[in-house]
């Protein structure tokens, strides 16, 4: 019965999803969801695309939070327009809160919109928000285990970062048993290895989102 | 409309619970709810308190996991009885997995039953399993921004249990301002500091577990 009422609200958040999708590339927009636990990096990660991107490109960002703005306030001082969703206790955001938030940008100028999700290894993955894809980006400090144990996002995401790579010495994250869990999962999707703080392996993030810009 | 249907699954779910609750009141069973993001620390402190704690007390582990039994593989060393439940993508346990596995476990010698939920932050927050209270695990690593980020959880926890502290002088992890900030969410609840790899503040977790129990 749970199971039943989940698939309604899917197919209720599909129809939406396939809107935001149109209208989106009607404006030429690249829409990237980003998905990853509390702490992994995803803010962090936006914080290195806006200085990277933001000389070239027109970025938008929407934030989605529980609460608090306090992702948006750290984004702010890159001059980009942002809108922040709360969920208010909500684990994830879906296509009618994102479909109603598009008029607050002007999208015929915008190159890409990024989307953090809610700090949520799981269920944002289940929420089709009419991106155009999704990424996973994971912390090392988080365990080589993750990949097996929460398979469903990385075999969606069309890329997958691995952040913190900085702390592996620091840790028992194990980079061998970690691609070897990946690849059972998802064999060919993108590995990216970096650290937003320490600014390594930005370059790469940066030429990989850059070639899927419209 | 969708808040309406989740009313009505936590309403069936308190149904349960309340069932759970007496079984184990019956019994004279601690059971104690952990609660974290993926890569907390959740399987950690449980081998650190199944070494500690199964000297004199007899325990009992529910994994909670999406699927694989990965973290009861690394818990089968220490001889005690242990189930798995794989929500099959469910991003939480419920009170009726849990009444369904009690009959597994001989509840009569049992001192603490632990129940180690799915690695989430948000759900199982949610959802009372019958259990005598929830605990929450945080790693530093995760940022020291998660109390006010991720209310819910910090206010009706029972103990914070803070991971991962020999990873702070690695990261921009705030411990004053981490404090500051749970204190808004939640002035009273006491704060362990702990390293489970590194077995540090493992004392000050052990002697709080064992004052709770019946």
Redo the contacts between chains.
Sequence with gaps: M?IK?MKN?LDRNQNKADEVRDILKKNQVLMVNIIG???AGKTTLLERSCEELGKKYNIGIIEG????D??AQRLKKYDIPIVVINTE?G?HLDSHSIHKVLGEFNLKKLNILFVEN??????PT?FDLGESFKIAIL?T???D??P?????LFRDAKAILLN?T??IP???FNIESFQADLRQINPSVPLIQLSC?KKSGIDDWIIWITSHII
Tied chains: 1, 2.
């Design positions: 749970e009422i609200i636990s509390p702490g939070d529980i609460t608090t306090r992702d206790g684990c809610v700090g949520n290894l799981i269920c289940q912390s400090t988080e365990g285990d993750k097996i144990k929460y398979p469903m913190k900085d702390l620091y840790t028992n703080t």
